[in-house]
């Protein structure tokens, strides 16, 4: 299972990016939110998830953890698939598609990429009240309320990725808890995955 590529970009098409990781290229469909995070970059890095089906498995990269667990809650609403989420996830802000599943917004839904009223309103009656999320969180609302109030910016960011990577949290809240002071995300992580691997 591939959680996140740290890489170079090297192409950009209208719906994604290939991404040189270490040598090699992988392509990944992404939604415009997150096309548009990387306009200016020329590395990136990535959370994924994997779409296998008969006749293709089809890599989806997020720029943050966040856009990637309302993907996956989009995921569980009947007749919505991964290119749908994707395209539905970069039709609006996280926090504007969330508020109009709250609010029953079947009108603002229906006006979002490839959603019409009936899909619109599986939305909210599948996902109302089982989004919590809030602007610029970085966590699933389960781990952000049981993390320490300590683990905030790069620690938390830190956290999110072991935790989405498969880790348990209190394992991964126990290493994040050793790592330096100044640590930046990306050592964080490889540090992070080097104590819960028991080094590599």
């Given at each position: 299972m591939i959680g996140f590529l740290s890489g170079l970009i090297l192409?950009?098409?209208?719906?994604?990016?290939?991404?040189?990781?270490?040598?090699?290229g992988y392509e990944l469909t992404c939604s415009s939110n997150t096309l548009?995070?990387?306009?200016?970059?020329?590395?990136?890095?990535?959370?994924v998830h994997t779409a296998v089906r008969e006749d293709a498995?089809?890599?989806?990269?997020?720029?943050?953890?966040?856009?990637?667990r309302l993907?996956?809650?989009?995921l569980k609403v009947n007749g919505v698939g991964p290119k749908m989420a994707s395209r539905?996830?970069?039709?609006?802000?996280?926090?504007?598609?969330?508020?109009?599943i709250e609010s029953g917004d079947v009108k603002g839904l229906s006006g979002l990429p490839k959603v019409g009223k009936k899909t619109a309103e599986q939305l909210v009656l599948t996902l109302?009240?089982?989004l919590v999320i809030e602007p610029d969180a970085s966590l699933p609302t389960k781990s952000k309320a049981a993390m320490p109030a300590r683990f905030s910016g790069v620690r938390g960011e830190v956290l999110s990725a072991l935790v989405n990577l498969g880790f348990r949290l209190q394992d991964a809240e126990r290493?994040?808890?050793?790592?330096?002071?100044?640590?930046?995300?990306?050592?964080?992580?490889?540090q992070g995955l080097q104590a819960l691997s028991g080094g590599f």
């Amino acid at each position: 299972m591939i959680g996140f590529l740290s890489g170079l970009i090297l192409d950009r098409t209208e719906d994604g990016l290939l991404l040189d990781v270490g040598g090699v290229g992988y392509e990944l469909t992404c939604s415009s939110n997150t096309l548009g995070d990387l306009v200016n970059e020329t590395e990136a890095r990535l959370w994924v998830h994997t779409a296998v089906r008969e006749d293709a498995i089809t890599l989806f990269g997020f720029s943050t953890a966040l856009e990637k667990r309302l993907f996956l809650s989009l995921l569980k609403v009947n007749g919505v698939g991964p290119k749908m989420a994707s395209r539905i996830v970069g039709g609006a802000t996280l926090d504007q598609i969330t508020h109009m599943i709250e609010s029953g917004d079947v009108k603002g839904l229906s006006g979002l990429p490839k959603v019409g009223k009936k899909t619109a309103e599986q939305l909210v009656l599948t996902l109302r009240g089982k989004l919590v999320i809030e602007p610029d969180a970085s966590l699933p609302t389960k781990s952000k309320a049981a993390m320490p109030a300590r683990f905030s910016g790069v620690r938390g960011e830190v956290l999110s990725a072991l935790v989405n990577l498969g880790f348990r949290l209190q394992d991964a809240e126990r290493v994040v808890g050793d790592l330096p002071e100044e640590v930046d995300v990306q050592n964080g992580v490889r540090q992070g995955l080097q104590a819960l691997s028991g080094g590599f």
